[in-house]
């Protein structure tokens, strides 16, 4: 099933979520840096979250909250400072957070997480926090949601959002949503119970549907998306991807392996699927956006070593900036990473143009492979001729630009 | 012990060893690309190589003929060219090398090893090389040993070459050299069965040693050397670090665990520190010599994964680049790692100056960390307060030069 994309979907696009975004004092720029997401009923809650040792307080609290409430009513996320390396401060701080919002929302602490993104190793300035919190509760609307795309933004170019709809088997029109941040610092690998990344993105649907079959689904996603990306391979200390479903729909709650649990499935694919190539278009200096398709490996997780480490080699990375066929540093990158397999066995394409058989170039012109190298979207295929299991990964290019904005991120 | 590297030391300084080299025709410049190193009596000999899966073709000859031979007579090298993704073919040709070396030599086949880096998956021009071994052959001389430092480099910008020499407890000087080449796809982790990244390492002694105790320790000093630096954390198809020992110093063979086996030990480690420190001085648009210190680790194989998750961090090493203090993402790194600690028991310095302790800042001023990044020589030193084992690497920073070095190879 083919999922059009809404028009204008946000993050406020599914019936029951509001949202307020404004500058409260965290971004030098002036722009938006706090927003706040309401659900007008409980909603069920899942999340991923980073597996960084150095994990940020509010990744601590929201999991925490997590665990112990199956529904919540609120998100406050603030950009410009990560309140990660901030100790036992940092935690009392992102309490706090929830907490100021709660009053001001009219529900528990338990109800309200809270994500951040931006600096380590900065206490947070809590007067700013706590009046723009209290200024986004009480500004609530469903006219906002893109603004509250905006307010999340760090290193990110371009705002990222979208929305999809789809009619249930008894009539009802379910709509999911997400926005997204997400530009460096990006090689999640995110699990429901331990992630990576700082990449943050927050999901909405007013669906009705069975916790642990949520659980499940969510699970899949996003393993197949947002844990398959990579701009710099370095993960961060801030991930997190969180889903609340708040009923709204009307619908007949959705379970087991129905129609409804399959559709709500592909939906929900369609959206983190957009949201995670979104991040690596939006990669810290990426010129081309490149898929890495692995095939024929043993095990999938073969097939997943293979691609993370073509996607994650700084050599690999240069040579498509350079629009330069340097297929040798591909194999190179899948003789390293540790799958097992052949090398008279492999394989390996640059789109559709074959450059590899057998472990052997078969003499396309370096001219023709060029071509392809060179176009904005790449897909590389490589084919392990070791087994049946397989895996792709969104990854993008290393660029004079990515250098420039990460040796002066401070400056 | 402190080892004085000696004036003018190159690969053939210990007794017995003689080099020629010259241009046969693989590197357009016109310089030199293939060098025969020869020892006039039967070496002993132990290597390490790459573990890439696709594995050049001289690495899989060479190592059989070490498997088989205790002894072997010569070394040709080549570069330009790596003979690597050439099937067949390339076998045929690294054997055909070692044939051609051992008929002008007058030894056996089973006595000549073939090394090769350069360009992946193209054929070797025979001919060219053929032509080349031959008149290399006939113009072996003492005198030369430093131009052979000259034929093995690719994107090198500088020789790498040295020698140290000690005496023995019965009165013999013992002498050890080596020339290496690497500067990119660096990131070796050799073991003797089993290694990564093109860098060459050779080495000549006319020390007499066991074989076994050789073995031991050319072990113990690859994994302390050549095995922790990394420029790219891309590894090779032709990684190869050989050890010929031929014995002509005559002093009564060194075991177990003599004073001499200390000595020999020593200096050996004294001359693969230079060599890998070298590599990593020239890495591809390097600017900056870093050395990643991590200590307090649990195990061994925890600080291992600490310092090379450091190492080969994008964010830090154009962080390092840009002169930026971040350390943000040297704790991030840390915490991707997969190392066991706990945050709050982590402390950090750049240098002698305290960042980080009991996991948190120390408020050490931005323009004093700013000041220590922007040194040429910079050691980031982190403990994990979760234990006593410990690690160093050497590593350097992210440039626009390695950016641009790397995406026009081969234009």
Avoid at 197 to 219: C, N, Q, Y
Avoid at 290 to 306: M, N, P, Q, R
Wanted: hydrophobic share 40%; charged share 20%.
């Amino acid at each position: 099933m083919i999922f059009k994309f809404l028009k204008e979907g946000n993050i406020c696009s599914p019936s029951g979520f509001l949202s307020s975004s404004l500058h409260c004092g965290l971004k030098k720029s002036g722009k938006a840096d706090l927003c706040v997401l309401f659900s007008e009923t409980p909603a069920l809650v899942v999340g991923a979250f980073t597996s960084n040792k150095f994990c940020a307080a509010p990744v601590e609290v929201t999991k925490k909250i997590i665990e112990r409430s199956s529904r919540v009513r609120a998100i406050v996320v603030n950009s410009g400072n990560a309140n990660a390396c901030t100790g036992k401060d940092g935690i009392k701080n992102a309490v706090s957070m929830t907490e100021i919002a709660a009053k001001h929302l009219g529900v528990s602490p338990w109800e309200v997480l809270v994500c951040s993104t931006g600096r380590i190793g900065v206490q947070m300035p809590m007067d700013k926090i706590s009046n723009g919190i209290s200024k986004a509760c009480s500004g609530l609307s469903k006219e906002k949601g893109s603004d509250a795309a905006g307010a999340i933004m760090t290193t990110d170019l371009v705002k990222k959002e979208c929305a999809v709809s789809f009619r249930t088997s008894d009539g009802k029109r379910i709509t999911i949503a997400s926005m997204t941040k997400g530009s460096g610092m990006i090689a999640p690998k995110m699990k429901t119970a331990h992630p990576h990344a700082t990449m943050l993105s927050f999901i909405t649907t007013d669906a009705k549907i069975d916790k642990a079959r949520l659980w499940e689904i969510f699970d899949s996603c996003v393993s197949r998306t947002f844990n398959m990306i990579s701009v710099d391979g370095d993960m961060s200390t801030n991930d997190s991807v969180i889903l609340l479903a708040n009923g709204d729909a009307g619908n007949k709650t959705i379970k087991g392996k129905s129609p409804d649990a399959g559709k709500f499935s592909e939906a929900l694919y369609a959206v983190m699927t957009k949201m995670a190539k979104n991040i690596v278009l939006d990669g810290e200096g990426a010129t081309k956006f490149i898929t890495i398709e692995v095939s024929g490996a043993k095990t999938y997780s073969d097939a997943e070593l293979c691609a993370r480490a073509i996607s994650n080699s700084m050599l690999c990375k240069t040579a498509w900036f350079g629009g330069d066929p340097n297929w040798g540093r591909v194999l190179a990158a899948a003789g390293y990473s540790g799958a097992q397999f052949d090398q008279s066995n492999v394989s390996m394409k640059y789109n559709d143009v074959p450059v590899i058989t057998k472990g052997l170039p078969i003499g396309t012109s370096e001219e023709k492979l060029a071509k392809e190298v060179s176009k904005k979207e790449l897909v590389v295929r490589i084919n392990l001729g070791a087994g049946s299991a397989k895996c792709a990964m969104w990854t993008c290019d290393l660029s004079y630009e990515y250098v420039k904005i990460n040796a002066d991120y401070r400056t």
